[in-house]
């Protein structure tokens, strides 16, 4: 006989979601993103949401949440690959008194505490085979038994996944269940990568910027053009959270700190890049590697010594024995910006 798990008091929401317009910024990609999720928002199908690792896949999930009849529930997250696999078990589904060595008492796991509400399972394909068995009996059956316990417990919760796995690469080598797949993916979302919506980087940045302004009570300067240029540059490998941290250091810092170390991680032109790896029939130019690697050597070393003399270009031109036109040139043709824009003492200043 089954019985019902007693909703737990949720731990109290720490992350804020931007607005929706900042969120979803301009791009195309987003709009359709927030097409979809409001079509599925006061459902209670379970929801796969895919991409890369920073991309806000848990701030759409609580986006989700909190459109759909479970709003009053609690938000219950459970990062898969953060809790050891021997832990995991007990984590989510709880135990009873005795059930292992130091179990002297009976704990209801996160799954009780999702009760009424929404279980998200940050990175999925983390889990265990055996778990994933027992995840598939919850979502079939709702119930579940705690470790050790011989009873059934009843627990009504809408399910959310993401991962930044290729889940249907992991079903054909066996490593994640075929039916467990196709139970948490009655609708996926496929959130895009930063780098291919870069229309958007402004708006975020900026509404970071201010949020973390507030938050510390540290006002920054806004966002030069050049530092905007050099953002919407960068890979951004790291997605929105990369972006998040870095306007972080931004306002914490301050903007030198922050334009001098954001100079040194500008990305490489993904078109060069390509350049200088095989093609698919194994040629590779060895004309077009040699001048991206002098170029990059070149950028480095103007970079550097604009950074020894303060930005003062006219002292870096002759560190460097060229003209100071020919410093100018290379700065646009580097993507670097003529002035480091910091307004520190004589940083900007020019020597005549």
């Known amino acids: ?20 317009d900042i969120l979803f910024g301009r791009s195309a990609s987003m709009r359709q993103v927030r097409l979809k999720l409001e079509r599925i928002g006061a459902t209670n199908v379970p929801v796969l949401l895919t991409g890369e690792s920073g991309t806000g896949k848990e701030l759409l999930a609580r986006m989700l949440h909190r459109q759909s009849n479970w709003a009053a529930g609690p938000f219950v997250k459970v990062n898969c690959p953060a809790i050891p696999g021997t832990l995991l078990e007990s984590e989510l589904f709880g135990f009873e008194k005795g059930a292992f060595t130091g179990a002297h008492a009976s704990k209801p796991g996160r799954i009780e505490q999702a009760d009424g509400g929404t279980l998200f399972l940050d990175e999925i394909g983390e889990l265990e085979l055996g778990l994933q068995a027992k995840l598939l009996q919850l979502l079939q059956d709702n119930c579940f038994m705690r470790l050790g316990g011989r009873q ?17 690469a992991e079903v054909d080598s066996g490593r994640f269940r075929r039916d ?11 959130v895009p990568p930063l780098r291919d919506r870069r229309e958007d980087i402004e708006l975020l940045a900026e509404y970071f ?11 920054a300067p806004p966002l030069t053009p050049n530092l905007l240029s050099a953002l919407q540059q960068y890979g951004w490998p790291g997605n929105v959270r990369e972006l998040e941290n870095m306007m972080k250091r931004y306002v914490v810092l301050g903007a030198a700190e922050e334009l001098r170390q954001q100079l040194y991680l500008l990305p490489r032109d993904p078109q060069t890049v390509a350049a200088t790896e095989p093609a698919p029939d194994g040629t590779l130019s060895l004309k077009k590697v040699t001048r991206y690697a002098v170029q990059e050597l070149e950028r480095e070393i103007i970079l550097k010594t604009l950074e020894a003399n303060q ?42």
């Open 209 to 219: 910027i201010k949020e973390f302004s507030t938050r510390f009570q540290r006002p």
């Open 180 to 190: 467990l797949y196709y139970r948490i993916n009655v609708v996926s979302l496929e």
């Open 152 to 168: 059934e417990v009843r627990a009504h919760t809408r399910m959310l996944c993401a991962t930044n796995r290729r889940l249907q």
């Open 311 to 352: 930005w003062n270009r006219k002292r870096t031109a002759r560190a460097l024995r060229i003209s100071y036109r020919a410093l100018l040139y290379k700065l646009k043709e580097a993507g670097l910006p003529a002035r480091s824009s910091l307004g520190e003492g004589d940083a900007g200043k020019e020597e005549s």
């Open 1 to 20: 006989m089954a019985t019902h798990a007693r909703p737990l008091a949720p731990a109290p929401e720490t992350m804020d979601i931007p607005p929706p």
